[in-house]
């Protein structure tokens, strides 16, 4: 049983902080929402988005009419792209402090998220830019009120501390994590989320996956972390099919949303480690790689890395993915079938498939290894996470 693999005698710390309002039709909970920020003295804003989204799922008829109703001026910033850079990050900056903005709204999946978040603390460090924020020049405790609308079903960054930006000069694709950016409030209407592509929707679910994979068997998981790492396989093993299937199957869209929520949850509390300290590199290198793609592409040679010092709480949780895996396979049999999961739902990708070849492992591997924050992740891997275990992990998913 994976309880084996929890030190009872180990202190874990277990969070939940935002308050998330869920379900279809949650998006009309802005106006409330927009009413606490004007009754903390918020009278201007930014809104953080990507260039489409926002309108075309319908969730910026509820929050500029909120905007407007409760008399609260706001500039929009609509240029956040798939992996926010520091460069978006910083001009937008520049707008949100010419603005005197006060709070940030961000509409959208991870990306305008995260750099919502970024600006959001910068904001209350007038001397500081996004480089200083990534490359950990300050340690900040404090940022403006950040009000999260997610518009995808994976990143589960509006439940939670952390964000990302790829530094564009050095190829750093670093995460941040601090106390002061967890979103005030956050809206997750699956509502908005039926015009996701279909590559969308596998690779935002199979992100939601990744996260609690890590989280369950990190050194630092709980009880909490992994039994939310279940819930959330179940969810996506269900109904990630039904929603390619149909992608205005709401139902479907719910208990993904669910999943990523409850991921984003669960990597606040068990952390991540090889997954997403690889997948960084590849998306700072080629930034039109999606990150859940990336992701996917790493997961089975992870799951052989890791699979030996994890084999309990991994087949408990890979059950609803893999329903023949179980702790007696071997560490190649369990990636195999984590790798069939991936075909089955559309995701065959390899490194090779995406241009990258042998020539770039070693880049790649010192990416992990020097991009600011990665080593953290690597260090609370189950495993040994050296330059040879990185390397390996790299060639194995060619």
């Known amino acids: 049983m994976w309880e084996k693999d929890i030190d009872i005698n180990d202190i874990k710390e277990i969070r939940t902080r935002t308050t998330v309002y869920f379900g279809i039709g949650a998006i009309k909970k802005i106006d409330d929402v927009v009413k606490v920020l004007k009754q903390k003295g918020v009278s201007k804003l930014i809104v953080m988005s990507g260039k489409n989204a926002y309108k075309a799922t319908g969730a910026w008829d509820y929050v500029g009419k909120a905007l407007k109703d409760n008399n609260i001026d706001f500039i929009n910033y609509d240029k956040v792209t798939p992996n926010p850079t520091n460069v978006a990050i910083d001009e937008a900056l520049k707008l949100a402090r010419d603005f005197n903005a006060q709070a940030v709204i961000a509409i959208g999946g991870g990306s305008p998220i995260d750099a919502g978040k970024s600006v959001a603390i910068l904001l209350k460090y007038p001397d500081k830019s996004a480089n200083d924020l990534y490359e950990f020049k300050f340690a900040p405790d404090s940022a403006v009120p950040i009000v999260a609308i997610n518009l995808t079903h994976g990143t589960g960054s509006e439940t939670n501390r952390f964000a990302v930006a790829t530094i564009v000069e050095k190829d750093y694709k670093p995460a941040i994590a601090y106390d002061c950016i967890y979103p005030m409030f956050a809206i997750d209407d699956?509502?908005?989320?039926?015009?996701?592509?279909?590559?969308?929707?596998?690779?935002?679910?199979?992100d939601a996956l990744n996260h609690v994979i890590e989280a369950a068997t990190s050194?630092?998981?709980?009880?909490?972390?992994?039994?939310?790492?279940?819930?959330?396989?179940?969810?996506?093993?269900?109904?990630?099919?039904l929603a390619n299937e149909n992608p205005e199957n709401l139902e479907a869209r719910y208990y993904l949303a669910y999943a990523a929520l409850m991921g984003g949850v669960c990597f606040d509390n068990g952390l991540l480690h090889y997954t997403h300290a690889l997948e960084h590199p590849l998306s700072a290198v080629k930034h039109e790689l999606s990150h859940g793609l990336g992701l996917a592409i790493l997961l089975p040679a992870v799951i052989e890395n890791i699979w030996e010092s994890k084999k309990e709480t991994l087949s408990y949780i890979l059950k609803p993915v893999a329903p023949s895996i179980s702790a007696d396979i071997s560490a190649n049999e369990a990636g195999k079938l984590v790798y069939e999961w991936l075909k089955s739902v559309g995701v065959p990708n390899k490194l090779k498939d995406e241009g990258f070849c042998e020539n770039d492992l070693d880049k790649l591997t010192d990416l992990a290894f020097k991009t600011p924050s990665l080593d953290g992740l690597l260090s609370i891997a189950p495993t040994n996470a050296d330059k040879n275990a990185v390397h390996t992990i790299y060639q194995n998913s060619l």
């Not at 790492?229 to 109904?239: G, P, Q, R, T």
């Open 190 to 206: 699956p509502q908005l989320m039926v015009k996701l592509s279909s590559n969308q929707t596998k690779y935002v679910s199979i």
């Open 219 to 241: 050194k630092v998981a709980s009880p909490y972390s992994i039994n939310l790492a279940h819930i959330c396989s179940e969810m996506v093993a269900k109904y990630l099919p």
